[in-house]
Every structure is written in structure tokens, then in C-alpha cells.
């Protein structure tokens, strides 16, 4: 499977389980929405874009709503808690070497179409868990979406 995340993440959420390893390569690429996004992170701060006539937000960010097909133009920031909707091992970091084994969730959060893939550690951590984004410390981010270390059962 080489294809972008976008579409990753949407069969992710489409199919709700995942099956065998998971390549992960985060490649935001996804012009000034995910630029915000990713700027955001550096801050510690999950900004999702928020369609100004439906309500909507949306993760991975988008620069259009797809309720409304109209330009989203404002961001807002999310409370850095979540949901495990999905888990999976995978023995793939991130740039798609090797690993040890490590936990992967997809995380939902209120109000938000879509999800992010991320680490997730916890005792007990399942899905449906509450989960909290750790983020790395400020002068070790680097405007990517591993400026959130892991997500951390609540
Ligand atoms: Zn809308």
C-alpha cells in the first residue's frame, strides 16, 4: 500500500478494524490546511478547520467542506482528549522501518469528521478508551504530526 494518508485514513474509518501491519507514512502535504495543522502542533495545539456554514470539522484537516463544498477558512483548536475508535499492532514506525512492536489507535474526537492514527499506550487501553495526546517537548518539534508523541489512556 503506497497511498497518501488522506485516503488511508479514510478507509481506515470506513472499515473500523484494521488487518495485518500498517505502513505509516505521514506525508501532510495537503497545502495550507495541513500547514495550519501541523503549525499548530508545533505550538501543542490540534487546530482543526471548521466549515463556517455547517459546523463541520475535519481531520486529517481539509481545506473543503465536503458537507457544504464550500472553502473552510477558520480553524479551531480541539481539547488535546480523544476516543479510540481502532487498534492495531504494527511493527512499522512512521517512516515505515521496522519497529518494535507498538500500539496504533485511531483517535475521534467530538465533533470531528475523521480521526488521526497515532501511538496509544495505556493499562487497559481498548477501544472506545479515552485517550489524551502527549505532546513532545516544545523545542523538540518539528511541525510534523510526531510533535504528538503518543496518545495516553486517561
Ligand atoms: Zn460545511
Redo the contacts with the bound molecule.
Sequence with gaps: MSMPMKERITSVDRQRTWEGEIPFHYEYTAGVSGERFLRGLQRGKILVPK??????SYLPPRAY?T??F?E?TSYVELKPTGRVSALAESHVDFQGRRSKPRTFAFVTFAGVTGGLVHFAEGKGLRIGSSVRAKFKPAAKRKGTLLDIETFVKT
Excluded: D, F
Design positions: 466549515c463556517g456554514n455547517c459546523g463541520r467542506c458537507n457544504c464550500l473552510i
